[in-house]
């Protein structure tokens, strides 16, 4: 059975960060938790990711205020220079 946890993209650390994950006591471990499991379950944890751009503050109406297409080309480019390269 493979195993795996959801969790939102303000896991990530923040740019400059040593670690890739968030590892801050107050908050969340897991950098520390994801190098536990990892090591633990091995080959029956599974890493999946669920980007959800609507929730991306930097996404924003067009300029008419209507449409949304630029965003959405945004959140729909999964290519090197895309929104999750």
Same mark, same amino acid.
């Given at each position: 059975v493979?195993l795996?946890t959801?969790?939102?993209?303000?896991?990530?650390a923040p740019?400059?960060n040593a670690?890739p994950f968030?590892?801050?006591?107050k908050?969340a471990?897991?950098?520390?938790?994801?190098q536990n499991?990892?090591t633990? =379950?091995?080959?029956?944890?599974t +890493? #999946?990711?669920?980007?959800y751009p609507y929730?991306?503050p930097n996404l924003?109406l067009?300029?008419?205020?209507?449409?949304?297409?630029t965003? =959405?080309r945004?959140?729909?480019? +999964? #290519?090197?220079?895309?929104?999750v390269?």
């Amino acid at each position: 059975v493979q195993l795996t946890t959801a969790m939102t993209s303000a896991v990530f650390a923040p740019a400059g960060n040593a670690k890739p994950f968030m590892d801050d006591p107050k908050r969340a471990l897991v950098n520390t938790f994801l190098q536990n499991v990892t090591t633990t =379950l091995k080959d029956r944890w599974t +890493f #999946s990711w669920n980007i959800y751009p609507y929730f991306d503050p930097n996404l924003h109406l067009d300029g008419n205020g209507k449409t949304c297409s630029t965003a =959405l080309r945004t959140a729909s480019d +999964f #290519s090197s220079s895309g929104y999750v390269p």
